[in-house]
């Protein structure tokens, strides 16, 4: 096994590495017609020993060391070539050149590495580093897609622009962050990013579309995190009430929740998900927001009567159904309480308790007062509706016993009577 690449070695280092000159033209075809034997049957070995695998963890050490073993020669013949070069191309309209002879081997040794890759993927070494040339063609085409990026900065915040921009520049700078794994990452974290028109550019918040997108692609960088928390808090603290805030937060919990993550990805591996992170914050601050609000609904004057302290109004409607029912009772004039919201919501809220709401804030209450959507109008309709079915149904009933008593005979109407 050790001496699997040993001809292709040998070609490479000791024939297409050095002085052209100690290479004979007649050689030329010979050689490549050697390399691709030598592919064919490295092919057909690897398919072997895989088929008739009886280690799993020495098979992956093995096929690490062979794609070790092949990017190392990719990188050898790459840098004796022009190293700036992306499109190695073959002259074909002149005889075969000692160039030619060199880019023939390479794209055989990279059609082998593109084998093993495929054909064997769950032992193939992600955190190696790619073939030199594939990190300068995926330097070039990330480069384009961050200058594609900076088009757009005067609808992206600065902050969130930077940080999106972040893992390119890494991938760019550092050559110790070109693995497969980052490799394949970014491939994908271009194309969810730019997967917009232009003509879409007007009619989408753009730096929503980045969020919701960098939270799909598990981006877990720490700079992502905290600038994801430091614009919920600052938008939470603009909000007047600790009720609203802690709806607020509730909203935000709920679209990072539905936001569908790609399976097994992550900038950061082995790192805690982004939205998993997100979710633990939110739900510590609403956490400490309905803490503070329980210490100031305590605090709160205790409505004065002779009833059990402990009793409340017990309804199956939620909190926003109750206060679109309590509006509805003071414009249809049931109520004489107008202009009077705020008492009314809260001596309401505190001798209710609503479906899953065991006690009710009175500022919540006061805030759906004034909301409502066609959900919570039609529970409330199909509530009002079955009182107004009872009603009838009673005068129903009111009808059909005064139709009985009518047509008794005389006698039992006697003994009714007199009775």
């Excluded at 000159?21 to 057909?44: F, M, R, V």
Aim: charged residues 25%; aromatic residues 10%; contains cysteine.
């Amino acid at each position: 096994m050790l001496s699997l690449l040993e001809i292709l070695e040998s070609l490479v280092l000791g024939k297409l590495t050095t002085n052209p000159n100690e290479t004979s033209d007649q050689n030329y075809g010979e050689i490549i017609a050697i390399a691709q034997a030598e592919q064919k049957k490295i092919k057909n070995k690897l398919f072997e020993t895989c088929f008739n695998i009886t280690d799993e963890s020495r098979f992956e050490l093995y096929i690490h060391k062979v794609q070790n073993d092949i990017t190392h020669l990719l990188d050898q013949l790459y840098n004796f070539l022009d190293s700036e070069e992306t499109i190695l191309s073959i002259n074909q309209n002149s005889p075969l050149s000692f160039k030619d002879l060199q880019i023939s081997v390479y794209y055989i040794l990279e059609d082998l590495l593109d084998y093993i890759e495929s054909q064997f993927p769950k032992y193939f070494n992600l955190e190696a580093a790619i073939p030199n040339r594939k990190r300068v063609i995926a330097i070039r085409q990330f480069s384009d897609n961050l200058e594609d990026l900076y088009k757009y900065q005067d609808l992206i915040p600065s902050k969130l622009l930077v940080i999106t921009g972040l893992p390119i520049k890494n991938f760019i700078k550092d050559p110790s962050t070109s693995t497969y794994r980052c490799y394949y990452y970014l491939q994908r974290y271009m194309k969810e990013i730019f997967n917009f028109r232009n003509s879409e550019i007007q009619r989408v918040d753009l730096s929503y579309y980045i969020i919701r997108k960098l939270i799909r692609l598990n981006f877990n960088l720490v700079n992502f995190l905290n600038f994801i928390t430091s614009e919920i808090r600052n938008n939470v603290n603009q909000l007047d009430t600790l009720s609203e805030k802690i709806d607020q937060l509730s909203l935000y919990l709920k679209e990072i929740n539905q936001t569908l993550v790609i399976p097994e990805i992550g900038y950061i591996p082995h790192q805690r998900s982004i939205k998993g992170l997100l979710s633990e914050w939110i739900i510590e601050e609403v956490y400490h927001l309905d803490k503070s609000l329980h210490k100031s609904l305590t605090k709160a004057p205790i409505v004065q009567n002779k009833l059990d302290e402990n009793f409340k109004i017990q309804t199956d409607l939620s909190v926003p159904q109750y206060a679109f029912l309590l509006r509805t009772f003071v414009e249809t004039g049931l109520f004489k309480n107008k202009d009077q919201d705020k008492a009314l919501t809260k001596l309401f809220a505190f001798i209710t308790k609503t479906k899953g709401a065991e006690n009710i804030s009175p500022e919540s209450l006061r805030k759906l007062f004034y909301k409502d959507d066609e959900k919570v109008r039609e529970v409330v309709k199909t509530a009002i509706i079955k009182m107004l079915n009872y009603i009838q149904t009673l005068n129903i009933l009111l009808i059909l016993l005064n139709t009985c008593i009518t047509d008794l005979p005389p006698v039992m109407d006697t003994m009714i009577t007199f009775s």
